[in-house]
């Protein structure tokens, strides 16, 4: 038997797929989406996979899930969702990946993730979280995405174990507080470390790690506020902001980044400081 999917686009074009209710994969990516009612797929006993990726969703019910006891795959990545209810899935006991990477979400609780005993992926990277609680999640889950959200502290101790993409360590050195994992030189996870000391954590300590990529402007403009005196700091935020190519820059930044504070976003940084930046570089050529 056959089941009518709808959704509405950007467009407000209100557009369906034909489903059989036996279908084990649904893909409706990058259809320009911003709304859709998934109540049809209540009837959709044997879903394993449910993709919606890259769409415009700004809000959307799980509820109609619930029935789906073999879904094992949850894609809602790239759309634009500020809050998500997880509490339906708590009947889909062989969930094993939720992506909700490249979102607005601020805040999020995993409760309802507890009884996925299989889960196995949590993708959450380039959000608005400022916090997140992993208790609900045990040690069994395998790898945890959280790059680019302003977390100014993060306690990893409830998964112990797993694989946390998050560059913790220089974010919580930075603003000298909270707890992250520390990895031996031979690459061997060791016990969690409160830092009590930032100068301690970022020179003398052999874990600590300059940032490889972006960071939410969001956790910035509080560094900015924390350390911005030390000018080694500076460097780093500098290529947190994806200024590294610039190379070493022998002036203290301090007034300029306090001025460009006020900045609405990274993009807007990046644009005040970049004309100086050059400036610097051609006077010491």
């Not at 950007?10 to 859709?36: A, C, R």
């Not at 609680?133 to 306690?155: A, C, H, K, S």
Request: with cysteine; hydrophobic share 35%; proline share 4%.
């Amino acid at each position: 038997m056959s089941i009518k999917q709808t959704y509405t686009t950007t467009n407000n074009e209100v557009k369906y797929v034909l489903l059989e209710n036996d279908i084990e994969k649904i893909d409706i990516s990058n259809k320009m989406i911003k709304l859709i009612d998934l109540s049809p797929l209540r009837s959709c006993t044997c879903l394993q996979e449910l993709i919606l990726r890259e769409n415009q969703l700004q809000t959307i019910d799980l509820s109609s899930l619930a029935p789906c006891a073999t879904l094992q795959n949850l894609d809602l990545s790239s759309n634009q969702l500020q809050s998500i209810d997880l509490s339906p899935l708590s009947s889909c006991a062989s969930l094993q990946s939720l992506a909700l990477d490249r979102n607005e979400l601020q805040s999020i609780d995993l409760a309802p993730l507890e009884i996925c005993s299989g889960l196995s992926f949590l993708g959450l990277a380039q959000n608005n979280l400022d916090s997140i609680d992993f208790y609900p999640l045990g040690p069994r889950i395998l790898q945890v995405n959280l790059n680019e959200n302003p977390i100014e502290t993060l306690d990893i101790t409830p998964i112990t174990g797993s694989y946390v993409s998050d560059d913790a360590r220089f974010r919580t050195s930075w603003l000298n507080t909270g707890t992250y994992r520390e990895t031996a030189s031979e690459g061997d996870p060791t016990e969690n470390e409160d830092q009590s000391n930032l100068l301690t954590a970022l020179y003398h300590n052999a874990s600590y790690e300059r940032p490889q990529r972006l960071c939410h402007w969001s956790f910035l403009q509080k560094i900015i506020d924390k350390a911005m005196s030390d000018r080694r700091i500076q460097l780093d935020f500098l290529y947190a902001m994806g200024l590294g190519d610039y190379g070493f820059v022998d002036k203290d930044l301090k007034d300029t980044f306090h001025a460009m504070k006020q900045a609405r976003s990274r993009e807007s940084a990046v644009n005040q400081i970049t004309p100086i930046l050059l400036e610097e570089i051609q006077s010491a050529a």
